[in-house]
């Protein structure tokens, strides 16, 4: 019975959603794919960890070429050991459960190459203000599509710890890939992010295609840093207009 309950409790979470980051992504780093202007996209991600479930969903809308607005609820988590849902104790970061929106703008420099600006701006349950921005390279070839670039974030978003690689606590780096493995129906996808943050994670897995504008993802994450994240299988559905 306590198997069967756990399945619910992870159907339930594509209806509500966690903290992971939004705008359309790979698995975690933002892909700096653009919603086209007048259409909707909707991802919903799954992680599945050894105690509890979380996600995230994404609304995106494309308000005109090459720019998207979107809203996202973050922080719902449910151990289902335990039969509750979790929430942050009083004074610690990062903050959950919270609410926010987000805004990316890419930029065409040639056929092959672009360039992303994007935030999220988020309100927890506190009353406390998250935040996270990024700036990323994308190289686009034929059977594959490259993302690198640079984050940044508040302590309340992102914890107390760094989000660099050295002696740069709140910059980051962050990259990630998309590979055609066959017919632009199964694609191999990776990204990765600095820092021992509880998102610093390299994350790789498969993406199905399943018709035009639906796909599916599993992958499985690997965390920097194990005092701060943790190992954890990732299911997401994305519907992707084109």
Known sequence: MRRKYKYVIIIFFFIISTRVFSQQNFFNVPSSEITPKGKIFFQQQLNIYNDNTSGSSTFNYGVFKNFEIGLNAFGIAYDYNKNYFLKNNLNEIPIFPSLGFNA???????????????????????????????????????????????????????????????????????????????????????????????????????????????????????????????????????????
């Not at 701006?121 to 700036?135: C, G, H, T």
């Not at 710890?161 to 493995?181: A, N, V, Y």
């Open 104 to 242: 990316q703008k890419k930029f065409d420099i040639s056929a092959d190459y672009s360039i992303g600006l994007g935030f999220q701006n988020l309100i927890s349950i506190s009353a406390k203000v998250e935040n996270y921005f990024f700036l990323n390279n994308k190289f686009e070839f034929k059977r594959l599509k490259f993302i690198f670039g640079m984050y940044t974030g508040n302590d309340n978003y992102f914890g107390l710890e760094t989000r660099g690689i050295s002696d740069f606590k709140h910059l980051g780096i962050q990259g990630g890939f998309e590979f055609d493995l066959w017919k632009n129906k199964l694609f191999l996808q990776s990204d990765w992010m600095s820092g021992k943050t509880p998102s610093s994670n390299l994350i790789i897995g498969l993406v199905y295609k399943a018709q035009k504008s639906i796909f599916f993802s599993l992958g499985y994450s690997v965390p920097n840093y194990n005092l701060t994240s943790q190992q954890a299988i990732i299911f997401e559905f994305t519907y992707s207009p084109k």
